[in-house]
């Protein structure tokens, strides 16, 4: 499975807890299973898509190069 067909494989499965969360929360059921599931896939989905951020001193050094060179 390709990095893309994971993310949207977790996407889809988020939007189907949300749906189902919905409906428990009108029909006043407790849904405690599906808000965890939620969770765990939602920091999959963040950890999959977040960019690595350079650090201050990174970034300095990658300015100070290209004046260098």
Sequence with gaps: MSHRDLIREIYNEIQALNREIDIKIIRGYP???ESKRHKFLT???NSLTRQKQNTWYQKASQLVS???F
């Design 31 to 33: 849904y405690k299973q």
């Design 66 to 68: 290209t004046f260098i």
């Design 43 to 45: 920091v999959q989905l």
